[in-house]
């Protein structure tokens, strides 16, 4: 009966040490009025006073939407577990892409397995990726953030926002980890963000050759990058990467020597 009461209790802890609801729901407004539904974690015992790191999590398509939900459905947990949010307390952020949009400027023909990507950074930069951008900015005036310290990760869509939001704000990241993604690799230039990239070799949605393109663009830069594939591992590499032991430590041991925000080109 004892052990029982026990077990019972463990899994009670674990239930809350994973609720979802910690993410706290929030609407971030443009000063023109377009909004963006994101989800918000605090750090246990969060001081206003002091100064955290940030990490930006950008979803992949499948949980797009508007429900201000489905973009916890990868990656959250790992910012929940009660060890993590101990010894990397941070201000993590889950913005959600809109259903008709995406967070990369990317045509993609779907006709085709695995699909067929052309990035192409002269074009605008999509909507969703601004604002979460924008939100950075305004969360960075109004949070206790370290702009030293703010990190970007992403998966298969995201990956490809990864890429796209080091690009376009070169000045905001101290280390990207993108995840089954891609990016324009002709206009890659004038980017110094360390990069850890992940990719599964048998990934039959996004080819592994996007990644392995940009990690040879990003070494012809002279940029710091760090590149791990799996092998026989389809789409969902992710579930490897946010499970790699260093993914956070490598992570959290990057920092920006200024403290610098976004412009954007």
């Not at 407004?29 to 918000?40: A, F, H, N, V, W």
């Not at 990369?104 to 192409?120: A, N, W």
């Not at 310290?149 to 998966?155: D, N, Q, R, V």
């Amino acid at each position: 009966m004892k052990r029982l009461a026990i077990l019972l209790l463990l899994c009670s802890y674990a239930a809350v040490s994973q609720d979802l609801s910690f993410y706290l729901k929030r609407e971030y407004t443009s000063p023109q009025g377009e909004k963006l539904s994101y989800r918000i974690l605090f750090p246990e015992g969060y001081d206003q006073t002091k100064k955290y790191p940030l990490i930006l999590v950008l979803h992949g398509a499948g949980e797009r939407g508007s429900d201000n939900e489905k973009q916890l459905v990868h990656g959250s947990k790992l910012f929940l577990d009660s060890a993590v949010r101990k010894k990397f307390p941070a201000i993590v952020i889950f913005p959600q892409c809109p259903q008709e949009s995406y967070w990369s400027s990317v045509e993609i023909d779907r006709s085709k397995s695995p699909l067929v990507l052309s990035f192409d950074y002269s074009r605008p930069i999509t909507t969703p990726l601004r604002l979460a951008m924008h939100l950075l900015d305004e969360l960075a005036k109004t949070e206790g953030i370290d702009k030293r310290c703010i990190y970007i990760t992403g998966l298969s869509m995201g990956g490809m926002g990864t890429f796209e939001a080091v690009y376009r704000y070169p000045s905001t990241f101290a280390a990207a980890l993108p995840i089954c993604g891609g990016g324009d690799t002709v206009r890659y230039k004038k980017v110094k963000t360390p990069f850890w990239i992940f990719h599964g070799d048998a990934d039959g949605v996004v080819k592994v050759d996007h990644s392995k393109a940009i990690v040879e663009k990003l070494k012809s830069e002279k940029v710091k990058v760090r590149y791990t594939e799996y092998p026989g591992v389809d789409h969902n590499s992710w579930d490897k990467a946010f499970a790699e032991p260093d993914f956070l430590k490598w992570m959290f041991g990057k920092r920006r020597e200024k403290q610098g925000l976004t412009y954007i080109r």
